[in-house]
């Protein structure tokens, strides 16, 4: 095909359209429009991608959808005058520039969000953010006074528990004195162990049964936990039934939750339903809320981190035994509660931001626009 063909993509899938800029060959998966004088290759690929619709809508197949030949020579072109159509392309591109840049800067100012949001967690679970503030409030505790009362009451809880009775309680192991980064003072490390009953959820199989998924119990994935930076879990878009239900492992409300498996590994949240987790989720259940938010701005610091543990795998995983031995910095109570105060503030701001961004993302609705403006005669000008 000579330079300025049309190639139309004529199936799997039908409507896509470029202009050659010298000669090619093309395959059986093509329609190609080698045009008569008098008619701007570029006006024609613009209408193409105006009425991808028309040509699938012409098009037949039961396996995919294909636009045959005679098909494609029986549809309708709309023609103007050639000095018309060099305006029309014109002020097409000239718009579609300009989306482009739009977009670009989009982008850029999404890039620079969740740079900034990083960067604030960062300072904030390594005490930078709150220096200050520690100066002019010095706790009356510290991190290991917080830890020996969520020690002292989770050992309680399991010995209020009828089914432990006669039961050897065994009190999860302490971090240990490996090299570790400095704290401020008044802070102290941990096992994530430490802070609650880590447990890996379950899979019921085969994976989509009938007899396990589509009743009304939330079914908690990785992509459920991925879908957005949000801190809480509220919804699911998948149930399982009661039978699923004794093939997975339940959670309660306020259950913490850190994605295990894939790509997507090392995402934390704090689920805020009831349901099961797949095998592809950790909860670990910890008792105290503040404790609880901390730890999700810590983990969101910690993703990187987590996934080059098992770098090279082609299924990254972090088993149960490397989650329960994530070391967390524990400040005193009060100064949780005053990074956690903060943090909420702000991340509620840039979560709600990214929405925003996102929307305003209209590119593609905006190009179609354009071009319907076109091809009634409106850019004609």
């Known amino acids: 095909m000579p330079a300025g063909t049309v190639l139309i993509s004529s199936r799997a899938p039908v409507g896509y359209c470029a202009v050659a800029s010298r000669p090619v060959?093309?395959?059986q998966g093509f329609k190609s429009l080698?045009?008569?004088d008098g008619i701007d290759p570029f006006f024609v690929r613009y209408y193409v991608l105006r009425s991808k619709q028309y040509l699938q809508d012409n098009?037949?197949?039961t396996t995919f959808k294909e636009l045959s030949g005679s098909a494609m020579g029986e549809l309708m072109f709309p023609l103007a005058p050639l000095d018309v159509q060099?305006?029309?392309v014109a002020r097409i591109d000239a718009l579609?520039?300009?989306?482009?840049?739009?977009e670009q800067a989009l982008a850029a100012a999404t890039e620079g969000l969740e740079a900034y949001r990083k960067a604030l967690f960062k300072a904030a679970v390594t005490g930078d953010l709150t220096a200050d503030w520690r100066k002019a409030n010095p706790p009356a505790e510290t991190g290991q006074d917080l830890m020996r009362r969520v020690l002292a009451d989770r050992r309680a809880r399991w010995e209020a528990e009828p089914s432990n009775t006669k039961k050897h309680y065994n009190e999860p192991a302490g971090p240990g004195s490996d090299e570790r980064p400095n704290l401020p003072e008044r802070w102290a490390w941990t096992r994530l162990e430490q802070l609650g009953e880590v447990v890996r959820g379950a899979s019921p199989r085969p994976a989509g049964h009938p007899r396990y998924f589509g009743g009304t119990i939330p079914w908690i994935t990785v992509g459920s936990i991925t879908r957005d930076n949000g801190i809480y879990l509220h919804r699911t878009d998948t149930f399982l039934t009661e039978e699923g239900r004794q093939k997975s492992r339940f959670i309660q409300p306020g259950t913490f939750?850190?994605?295990n498996?894939?790509?997507t590994l090392g995402v934390p949240k704090i689920s805020m339903i009831g349901g099961c987790i797949n095998d592809g989720v950790v909860a670990i259940n910890i008792l105290d809320e503040d404790v609880k938010v901390f730890l999700y701005f810590y983990l969101s610091t910690k993703t990187e981190e987590l996934r080059n543990i098992r770098r090279g795998q082609d299924?990254?995983?972090?088993?149960?035994s490397i989650v329960k031995d994530i070391r967390v910095p524990i400040p005193p109570v009060s100064e949780i509660r005053q990074i956690n105060r903060l943090l909420l503030d702000c991340g509620d701001r840039l979560v709600g931001l990214e929405p925003t961004l996102r929307g305003a993302t209209r590119g593609p609705a905006l190009r179609q626009a354009i071009l319907a403006a076109a091809f009634r005669g409106d850019l004609a000008v």
Do not use: D, K, M, Y
Request: proline share 3%; hydrophobic share 35%.
């Open 59 to 61: 098009s037949s197949g």
């Open 86 to 88: 060099h305006r029309i």
């Open 315 to 320: 299924q990254p995983n972090l088993n149960t």
């Open 257 to 259: 939750l850190l994605t």
């Open 96 to 102: 579609f520039a300009e989306i482009e840049e739009g």
């Open 34 to 36: 080698v045009l008569r």
């Open 261 to 263: 498996s894939g790509f």
């Open 25 to 27: 060959a093309t395959n």
